[in-house]
């Protein structure tokens, strides 16, 4: 009798080379995404030891973030990263691996252009020198982020060293309150359950909400597994994902499909499936979330006040949580609603598709960004920029008063051209609030796609359901 497994299970098994000892295993690599700011260094260490890339056809290049994403841009719009930005594309043409870069059409953030291409398809293992490379466990697959020595490895040898993690199981049940997203659910895990709760493990989402849930939403959830403390997350495909699937650049075709379809609709979990740990949430409970502090666990609805650092019984978390106070400027039991902002950012690899831009549209359409605020949206691609164009979004964004901008990671990790200056407060889409995250000294808030557009249009941290239907 065949013992019952999960997704992750069947592609794991179906992965391993070869058990090395100690728990660590040789892995096979369907994909490798690489970009310019963590692929320089692998490409010297193989010329160094004359080696080639083994598998240039299952390695795709993106150069997404230290590109300024200024209208008009070129490699020369952030001086500080052409460098980097030409180098990426000497390696690529150098080694016959395709690159989507400021000249391409398709060019965008790694973790949006991949799945919008058809790259990633269920049951595959994905890689790349990114942390929020989970976001592309969505589609059912096996997807995680390494460093720079490991991209070395996987270019030369299409294989990859992991030690194999736990499973970890999350259900959504109930149902998801007014003006609540994929966004407010994965804050609302990583607030309820800390950090590091999921460290050590491969994460599997599932239960109703999931289901119900668009691929867009999908991926937000998986894209912060890393902030969840995490190796991978990933959903198991249904009709949902073979819908989005079907008909982009790179997914099979014709009787490819076919088997295709047959082969993944294998992989979902069996039901008596065993898990190293299980949590349950009652999404039902989930009010809009915004971050108080300099983690993404620092969180709590937007009808809830900063919590007192007083109050936390372990003196470390207590410290830490002072210290996120102190940083991002606000006093305890303070309300986070009527907080005043200074930026407004539209983006990042967690909220740049074309459902988050609409979400952000139908809070901004009809008003004007607040006196004093800065304000950008920043599409995930190039294709996203064109189909949200297509439908007068920009529009919208444009006579309200934001930055409509080119593709790119942009505002999220400041190190390109797009920046908080010190001080400032910025109400995000992104997957990171840390400490100096989006410039020296910059403040960060992290929030849904229609609460970070619910702030620019009136200045302060606002409760977006007091909008959205106004």
């Known amino acids: 009798m065949i013992q019952p497994r999960s997704i992750f299970e069947k592609i794991w098994n179906s992965h391993v080379i070869r058990e090395m000892g100690d728990g660590v295993f040789l892995l096979y690599v369907d994909r490798h995404i690489i970009q310019e700011s963590a692929s320089g260094q692998a490409f010297d260490g193989l010329r160094r030891a004359s080696r080639s890339v083994r598998r240039p056809d299952l390695t795709f290049g993106v150069t997404d973030h230290i590109v300024s994403t200024r209208p008009g841009r070129t490699v020369d719009s952030n001086p500080e990263g052409r ?17 989507f870069d400021l000249a391409d059409a398709r060019q965008g953030i790694e973790h949006v252009v991949a799945p919008e291409l ?8 994905v890689v790349c020198a990114d942390s929020h490379t989970p976001t592309n466990g969505a589609l059912g697959a096996y997807a995680w982020g390494f460093g720079t020595s490991d991209v070395e490895h996987v270019l030369a040898t299409q294989t990859v060293l992991q030690r194999k993690p736990k499973a970890l199981r999350v259900t959504f049940a109930g149902r998801l309150g007014k003006d609540v997203c994929a966004k407010d659910l994965i804050l609302y895990l990583i607030g309820k359950e800390g950090t590091q709760a999921a460290r050590g493990y491969a994460i599997e989402y599932c239960g109703p909400v999931i289901r119900a849930m668009s691929m867009e939403g999908r991926m937000t959830i998986c894209n912060m597994s890393i902030e969840f403390g995490g190796r991978a997350g990933m959903i198991g495909p249904d009709d949902t994902t073979y819908e989005y699937i079907a008909g ?14 047959d082969q993944w609709r294998t992989l979902n979990t069996d039901e008596q499936a065993l898990f190293d740990k299980e949590i349950r949430v009652n999404c039902s409970e989930i009010a809009p979330q915004v971050t108080w502090g300099t983690t993404p666990g620092d969180v709590v ?7 007192d650092p007083v109050l936390i019984g372990d003196p470390v978390r207590r410290a830490m949580a002072e210290q996120a106070l102190h940083y991002i400027g606000l006093k305890p039991n303070q309300p986070l609603e009527g907080i005043p902002i200074n930026v407004a950012f539209i983006g990042s690899c967690t909220n740049s598709r074309l459902s988050d831009l609409q979400a952000a549209a139908a809070i901004v359409k009809g008003r004007k960004v607040a006196k004093g605020v800065r304000a950008l949206v ?7 920029k ?34 908080v200056a010190p001080g400032e407060r910025c109400m995000a889409t992104s ?32 409760d ?3 909008l959205a239907h106004a």
């Open 83 to 99: 460098e980097l930005i030409t180098l990426m594309e000497r390696n690529c043409s150098e080694h016959g691996i395709e690159l």
């Open 378 to 384: 920043v599409p995930g691609s190039t294709s996203v």
């Open 301 to 307: 609805g937007i009808d809830e006040n900063i919590p």
């Open 464 to 466: 977006v359901r007091k």
């Open 118 to 125: 058809g790259l990633i398809t269920p049951g595959m293992t």
């Open 248 to 261: 982009r650049d790179y997914a099979p075709k014709g009787a490819h499909w076919q088997a295709a379809l």
């Open 386 to 419: 064109r189909a949200a164009e297509a439908l007068g979004l920009n529009k919208v964004f444009l006579d309200a008063g934001f930055d409509w901008r080119e593709a790119g990671c942009s505002m999220c990790l400041g190190i390109n051209d797009d920046q």
């Open 431 to 462: 997957n990171r609030n840390f400490e100096h995250r989006q410039g020296p000294n910059s403040r960060t808030h992290l929030a849904s796609p229609a609460s970070v557009a619910a702030a620019a249009v009136t200045g302060v941290i606002t």
